[in-house]
């Protein structure tokens, strides 16, 4: 880990990896994988994060993420015993995050788990569709999935209360079957139709996936009680003031995942919005926001001087990296607004190359979090073991080997403000 001196003469690519934040202690809660989550991260991530701050002897009573995801630092936050509160754009990841921290009993998942079953098969020779199915449903499903989807949503309704913690959690398991029920190509991360593939059962599925979510709750019970707050919010208007100690967060990469068209099949089943592209506004990192010319005045130097290099190379991509430089120039600000006085903030972000315009978003970071008035600020580097044998994608968006392919991050950066 180094101290940054000079920002604009530090190359942060040359800094050691640091074993620290390279692997965990523990082996990852079961919680961690009900949902798959884009670029979700190591769940141990949050707990170095906590030992390093305690060791710099921040007093933490409350942790806050305000890209929280599918939870992951919701859910060590609660396991830790410390209050979390946390926001998300993307109404699929407060539906995750949501259900994997709230304390549910088991007893009462199984009651409800068996009386959705019981309805779903009582009712399944007399189910009537709704009148109107989206489009975008009917391009993603066939027909049959359609309908046992259709009444497996309308046993959950029927069967949990409205305001029950338990709707989260069965709405969650339902989110997870709906790609290997769909089109979807498996695995990809690009919404791609495979025309060959033969969809999952719905009712196999569901069963399945409700099985690991109660191997999840239990393993290691979690009995703290910790107040966990998470809300639908667009992390840009946040003006709360000093009411975290920690912030643990990774935020959305320049241009990499569109979270709005990746959760597209959840939106359109519980109703999110009509049309999921409505969902890419305010979404950080989002190829479709883009900044007009003349805006660009308002990035910091180095944020200037990226975005001047990548408009030799591709007008369109070079705004869309512009906004993406502004919104984290606001993060930095709004995260040192919430950050209670001695508060320290933890960043993981990554750099990224597009043709052959080296991204450094860690320099950015850097220049960033000091224009908002972080004076100490530290960077460490760690390897992303997952990806360590797979570093390059295919045309699908799915990891490869294969080195004819785009290369991804193999090394991530975690930058630390006070
Ligand atoms: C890298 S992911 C975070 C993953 C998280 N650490 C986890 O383990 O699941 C970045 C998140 O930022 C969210 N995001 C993008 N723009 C946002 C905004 N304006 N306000 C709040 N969240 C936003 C995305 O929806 C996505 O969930």
Known sequence: MVQVCDTLTTDFEKINIDPFW????????????????????????????????????????????????????????????????????????????????????????????SNIMDLYDARYNTHIMPSHINDRITYWFYPKEIFELSLLKQCIYDVVPARSKYRHYFLCAFSNILKPTSKWLTKSIKPQIDPNKKPANVRQAFIKQCIIMEKAIADEPCNSNANIEIKLKNALTLRRKEFVDLIITSPPYVTSYEYADLHQLTTLWLDYADDYRDLRKNSIGSNHNIFTNDCYTLLNCVGQEIVRDLRNVDKSKARAVAKYYFDMQRITNVCKSALTINGMLVMVIGNTEYKGVYIDNVKHLVKSMQNSGFSKIYVAKRKITRKILTPYRDKFGRFSSNDNQRKVYSEEFIVIGR
């Open 22 to 113: 390279n692997v965990g202690n523990e082996v990852e809660h079961k919680n961690h994988r009900i949902h798959a989550y884009p670029a979700k991260f190591p769940a141990f991530i949050t707990q170095k994060a906590i030992q390093y701050a305690i060791s710099e002897n921040i007093k933490i009573n409350c942790i806050g993420d305000f890209f929280c995801g599918c939870g992951t630092v919701a859910f060590e936050s609660k396991r830790l015993g410390f209050d979390f509160w946390g926001c998300d754009i993307n109404p699929t990841a407060v539906l995750i995050a949501k259900a994997k921290s709230n304390t549910y009993s088991i007893s009462y998942v199984k009651k409800y788990f």
